[in-house]
């Protein structure tokens, strides 16, 4: 792959579905900087949701398509509200599908968080609240939605 020439890799990338674009970049530099393209975020978004949704989420600046597709994403996962999400053992807060705060991580040996390093750009958690509460919601809060889907 790393002779082809970057057109013929982008109309490969083009074939792929969300999932699988945003594993590519873990591969290798040449895939993190290709999986990146503007115009394949925009065409996977396109696909979705469609152009008239395009053109009214069309990103600005600092945000690229990537950004986009990610939060409209997460609205349609988890809703437009105000939410505690558990991605693997970190805890977030979102509202309307933007991360909010970094809550921390659920240790599960001692139920600690203060080693823990946020992700890039998002704020650390600050608040009076305990974080046992928290991750309590998050747990409630993604039992709940497991329920949902098992009803439907």
Same mark, same amino acid.
């Given at each position: ?24 970049p ?8 290709l ?28 945000? +690229?398509?990537? =950004? /986009?597709?990610?939060? @409209? ?11 505690? $999400? ?25 139920? +600690?968080?203060? =080693? /823990?390093?946020?992700? @890039? ?11 046992? $509460?928290?991750?309590f ?16």
């Amino acid at each position: 792959m790393e002779r082809l020439p970057g057109e013929l890799c982008l109309k490969i990338f083009h074939l792929l579905n969300h999932t699988s674009l945003a594993a590519a970049p873990q591969v290798c530099r040449k895939w993190r900087v290709l999986a990146s393209d503007d115009a394949l975020w925009s065409n996977l978004f396109k696909e979705r949701w469609g152009g008239d949704c395009a053109a009214f989420y069309a990103p600005s600046d600092p945000k +690229s398509w990537k =950004d /986009v597709y990610i939060v @409209q994403h997460r609205c349609d996962r988890f809703g437009l509200g105000l939410r505690i $999400i558990t991605e693997g053992n970190d805890y977030y807060l979102i509202h309307q599908g933007e991360i909010q705060k970094y809550l921390g991580m659920r240790n599960l040996r001692n139920e +600690s968080c203060d =080693d /823990v390093a946020p992700l @890039q750009g998002v704020e650390e958690h600050h608040s009076g609240i305990p974080d046992r $509460i928290l991750f309590f919601l998050g747990d409630l809060e993604a039992a709940c939605a497991a329920a949902k889907r098992l009803q439907t």
